[in-house]
Structure formats: structure tokens, C-alpha cells
């Protein structure tokens, strides 16, 4: 079964300084995606960013971005130029392609960011 | 383009009750998901349709249930609830394939009481 592992339960970041949150994984699949996804105060999961592991290249999206390592089953989320309103709790997410037949996520544990002014 | 709604937004139910929580997915999504979220587990799958079919299941008790509607709305139900399942309960929808994001609704938090 596949795992999902966030080391960091707390994190807090000075606005506009960068901060990274971990991700770690563990599957014997080779063709899977990955995800970041914020949880605010609303309680609403809004998509950070999606990463296919078929890609080498990192994923950016503006302010964020990932550092993806395949063969460390590692994959790491950077906010730069933090701002207060990316507080939240952060999950790392893995979906399997398996041709459309499974679309679960499992989800780490999380990470709640704080931002500081 | 409305998102993804989920009826009631907050739900109080006494022990052995049966309680049933509404999905209302994006229009044009035919996956609906359901995760239940507590502190202790964090976020767990408890099952997805597509089209009306089941095509996955979680590890939860068969007191768990869903069904999804021809207009791809979804319902789950729990039966004889118990205090364990006090929980937040999203939904979330998709299009097909494996790499569409996942849309969520605001869940709905269930507390039994």
C-alpha cells in the first residue's frame, strides 16, 4: 500500500522569506502523480500543485514550486515571498495512474504553516 | 461555474442514529470521492464513484455507504452511528483520468454526540 509521510507537523515562515515543507513517499508503482494541497481556516482543499512523476522537470507554479526526486521517493514544496495569506495546512497527496480506474489520494498527515508579519 | 457543494455544513446526530450527507459535484464531473478527516487519522478514502458504479472502497466498516445519482450527485450514509465517527467529511470531484485535479467542497463536520 502507498504511504505518504509529512516529517513536519509545525512550520512557521517570516513573510516574504521562502520556507520548504517535506513530502516523503513510498510505492512500488512507477507511473503515479503527486500534489500539494492547502487546507485553510474554511476548511476548503485548494490545489497547490501537481507534479507527474514521468516528468524530470520540477513543477512551478509562481511562488511555488517543488523539488522532485524520484528515486529518493522524495517530493519537497517551496513558497517563496511568503505572504499571510498562504497560512494554512499544507497535505501531500499521491494519486497512481492506473488507466482510470483508481482515482484515490492518499494523503500525508500535514503540515500547518504559519506566517509571521 | 459552480463548485463543489456539500448539504448540510454542519450536523449533530446522537449515538445509534443514521445520518445521510449530500454531494453536489461540479457539472460535467462524473468521479465523486469521499475522504473522512479527523485529527488523530488525518485524511482517509472512503470511497469513489464514477457513473453511477462504485469503483473504489476504503478500509471502513460496511456501516459506511454511498450511491451517486444519474446527475452524478452523491450521498453517503452512516448507519448506527457511533463516536468515532465524529469527523470532517469531504467530498471532491474530478474528471476523468488520473492526473485531473481533484475539486473539494467545504465538507460537511459531523458530531455525534
Known amino acids: 500500500a502507498q504511504t505518504v509521510t509529512q516529517s513536519q507537523p509545525e512550520m512557521s515562515v517570516q513573510e516574504a522569506e521562502t520556507v520548504t515543507l517535506s513530502c516523503t513517499y513510498d510505492?512500488?508503482?512507477?507511473?503515479?502523480?503527486l500534489f500539494w494541497y492547502k487546507q485553510p481556516p474554511s476548511r476548503q482543499m485548494i490545489l497547490v500543485i501537481r507534479?507527474?512523476?514521468?516528468?524530470?522537470q520540477n513543477a512551478t507554479e509562481n511562488r511555488f514550486s517543488v523539488n522532485f526526486q524520484k528515486a529518493a521517493k522524495s517530493f519537497s514544496l517551496k513558497i517563496s515571498d511568503s505572504q499571510l495569506g498562504d497560512a494554512a495546512m499544507y497535505f501531500c497527496?499521491?494519486?497512481?495512474?492506473?488507466?482510470?480506474?483508481?482515482?484515490?489520494?492518499?494523503f500525508g498527515k500535514g503540515t500547518l504553516l504559519t506566517v509571521n508579519p | 461555474k459552480a463548485g463543489v457543494t456539500q448539504t448540510p455544513r454542519y450536523l449533530i446526530k446522537t449515538r445509534g442514529q443514521q445520518v445521510t450527507l449530500s454531494c453536489s459535484p461540479i457539472?460535467?464531473?462524473?468521479?465523486v470521492s469521499w475522504y473522512q478527516q479527523t485529527p488523530g487519522q488525518g485524511l482517509q478514502f472512503l470511497f469513489e464513484?464514477?457513473?453511477?458504479?462504485?469503483?473504489n472502497k476504503g478500509n471502513f466498516p460496511g456501516r459506511f455507504s454511498g450511491r451517486q445519482f444519474s446527475n452524478s450527485r452523491s450521498e453517503m450514509n452512516v448507519s448506527t452511528l457511533e463516536l468515532g465517527d465524529s469527523a470532517l467529511y469531504l467530498c471532491?470531484?474530478?474528471?476523468?483520468?488520473?492526473?485531473?485535479?481533484?475539486?473539494f467542497g467545504q465538507g460537511t463536520r459531523l458530531t455525534v454526540v
Open positions: 471532491a470531484s474530478s474528471l476523468e483520468g488520473a492526473r485531473t485535479e481533484a475539486f
Open positions: 510505492t512500488s508503482e512507477s507511473d503515479y502523480y
Open positions: 507534479q507527474e512523476a514521468y516528468k524530470q
Open positions: 497527496a499521491y494519486r497512481e495512474n492506473s488507466g482510470g480506474s483508481n482515482y484515490k489520494l492518499t
Open positions: 457539472s460535467g464531473h462524473r468521479s
Open positions: 464513484y464514477f457513473s453511477e458504479t462504485q469503483r
